[in-house]
């Protein structure tokens, strides 16, 4: 239980962390860096989703009796039905992404502040989500250090993610204490979505194939819709892709050795 308590808030933990940066630093976050946080940020994400969630997927749809394809139709169908959620989120809630100067989805009333903190939310509940899911597997043959690896990896990438939020809102004239408070209060939805999941794995079962993968299928939409797009705006460089680099072997041998 106790591990299953910090598994759940230790991604958080990483947000707040991060956004505590605003405290420390002075400025604008330098452009080089920003780029290459999230360029580390996504590729924990996208070794989380493959390692993580739809390996241990297809493994545990083979298991539980799911013999079209050896397991890989659970996979499929989960990884599809993630990317069609974030979808439908997305067109749904109105947003505004980072360094963006027209928001997203339906029209809306919102302040810039307030449709950027639903962007983060939208941003961080497949995080939640994948942490919910592989301590919901734990039950059903996955190990308490496979999940932890993943909350850990999780947490690790949310640090710079806070500082990614908090810093350009200080720098667009926020005060550093309402600033952090947005960039802590984005990462809120984590425990949320894990808690739900686990409420939802417990409920139906034998569709811990489809949740493994549907988180998986939620994390790369985020991926490929927002980090990587933003990593890549302005300037090129290189730097983006050194951070993926990085941060997918982090997450690839967290999972490997602690699982």
Not at 37 to 47: D, I, P, W
Not at 171 to 200: D, N, T
Request: hydrophobic share 55%; aromatic share 6%; charged share 10%.
């Amino acid at each position: 239980m106790t591990a299953l308590i910090i598994g759940i808030l230790l991604p958080w933990t990483g947000t707040i962390l991060g956004a505590s940066c605003v405290f420390f630093m002075r400025g604008a976050m330098p452009d080089r860096l920003q780029k290459t946080l999230l360029g580390f940020a996504s590729g924990v994400m996208v070794a989380a989703s493959v390692w993580s969630l739809l390996i241990p997927a297809i493994e545990t749809g083979a298991q539980s009796g799911y013999e079209t394809w050896n397991g890989v139709l659970p996979a499929a169908v989960g990884f599809m039905a993630g990317i069609g959620f974030l979808l439908l989120v997305d067109a749904l809630t109105p947003h505004l992404h980072l360094g963006a100067a027209k928001a997203e989805g339906p029209h809306s009333n919102l302040s810039r502040t307030a449709m950027l903190a639903l962007a983060v939310t939208i941003h961080n509940l497949p995080e939640g989500m994948a942490v919910g899911v592989v301590f919901a597997g734990n039950a059903n043959g996955l190990t308490i250090s496979s999940a932890l690896a993943v909350a850990i990896g999780i947490a690790i990438q949310n640090i710079p993610e806070g500082a990614i939020i908090s810093m350009p809102m200080f720098a667009a004239g926020q005060s550093r204490r309402r600033s952090f408070l947005i960039g802590a209060l984005s990462g809120a939805v984590e425990p949320v979505g894990a808690v739900a999941i686990l409420l939802l794995a417990s409920a139906l079962g034998t569709a811990l194939p489809y949740l493994l993968a549907f988180a998986a299928g939620a994390m790369m939409y985020v991926v490929v819709e927002e980090i990587i797009p933003e990593a890549s705006q302005g300037t090129h460089s290189n730097l983006s892709t050194i951070g993926f680099a990085v941060g997918f072997v982090l997450m690839m041998v967290l999972d490997v050795t602690l699982g």
